[in-house]
């Protein structure tokens, strides 16, 4: 099986190459998929157990040629003069909200597929623009499809909020995961719009990257608030250092002082000690649930 990309970052569809044995990652080969004929680069060789799920699957069908090469970028030639044409009609359609970003053609021109995004919350009927797009390409079957602001910024590219030449979308993220509120607090993030939403409008994709260490660091420390019991005496924690795996305990009459997670052991609101190898979760819900 080979693992086949058809854009730049795109996701990775497989295929079977077994009938091309000399294929090497970064070729370009030329294959039929359910949007007609394309040109994709190989980009893996699938191993052996590795969880890709049921085919069957299509044989790819040959390596791609110079001349289809050339063939393919006429077509992406053609194609912004299509966005051109989309955006001009949808300002004689008066369509609101209607944002024409990308067009692409299949390898053999059979298809063009027309991207667009909408900037308002009602639902907008595009049927009227595909048709005035069929007429100016009556040999190709013209398809509308609507794409959210994540996938907008990561056609357009661009510099990232945080600085970088390329936002992480048009660098090498293939899908969007789901992104929360929760996981910038559980970093100690914080939750100014500016500083948490990423040039698309919506919470930024990095909010993801680290949120798995910090949850599983943070089941071992105690929360903002516990009573716990040092050293140098017990005190309320005032801040959680999650990355040293620390926390900052008021004692009082002494004040702050900071404690390794070994240093330390939680009290529940009682002041009875909570063994440290359990979550502090489950601590959390146990002390809720207890009827003594």
């Keep these: 099986l080979i693992g086949l990309r ?3 970052v795109g996701k990775i569809y497989h295929f079977d190459g077994s009938n091309i044995p000399d294929l090497k990652i970064g070729d370009r080969v030329v294959v039929e998929t359910s949007r007609g004929w394309q040109l994709g680069e190989v980009a893996q060789w699938v191993s052996e157990g590795q969880d890709v799920g049921e085919g069957p699957w299509k044989a790819i069908d040959r390596k791609a040629t110079p001349r289809d090469l050339l063939i393919r970028q006429d077509w992406e030639r053609k194609e912004s003069q299509v966005v051109e ?3 001009q009609k ?3 359609l008066r369509l609101p909200g209607v944002k024409v970003v990308f067009a692409e053609f299949s390898f053999d021109g059979s298809r063009l597929a027309v991207l667009f995004s909408n900037e308002t919350e009602e639902k907008i009927d595009v049927k009227n623009l595909r048709k005035a797009l069929q ?15 994540r996938d907008v910024a990561k056609i357009l590219e661009g510099i990232g ?22 996981m910038a607090k559980e970093q ?4 100014t ?6 040039m698309c409008g919506r919470l930024r994709c990095c909010l993801n990257y680290e949120y798995e260490l910090y949850s599983k660091l943070r089941k071992q420390l105690p929360k903002r608030n516990k009573r716990v019991k040092t050293p140098a005496g017990e ?6 250092l999650t990355l040293r795996e620390m926390v900052v305990v008021d004692i009082p009459e002494q004040g702050r002082k900071t404690f390794s997670k070994d240093e330390i052991q939680r009290l529940d609101e009682r002041g009875r000690p909570i063994e440290n190898s359990q979550p502090v979760e489950e601590a959390d819900e146990d002390l809720d649930n207890s009827t003594d």
């Design 6 to 8: 058809f854009s730049k």
């Design 85 to 87: 044409l989309a955006r």
């Design 90 to 92: 949808t300002k004689e």
């Design 135 to 149: 007429k100016f390409y009556p040999a190709t079957q013209v398809e509308l499809r609507q794409i959210g602001p």
């Design 161 to 182: 909020a945080c600085g970088l030449e390329k936002r992480c979308c048009s660098m090498f993220l293939t899908d969007f995961t789901s992104i929360s509120i929760k």
């Design 188 to 191: 100690g993030i914080s939750l």
């Design 193 to 198: 719009p500016s500083e948490i939403t990423g």
């Design 235 to 240: 005190g309320k924690v005032v801040e959680v």
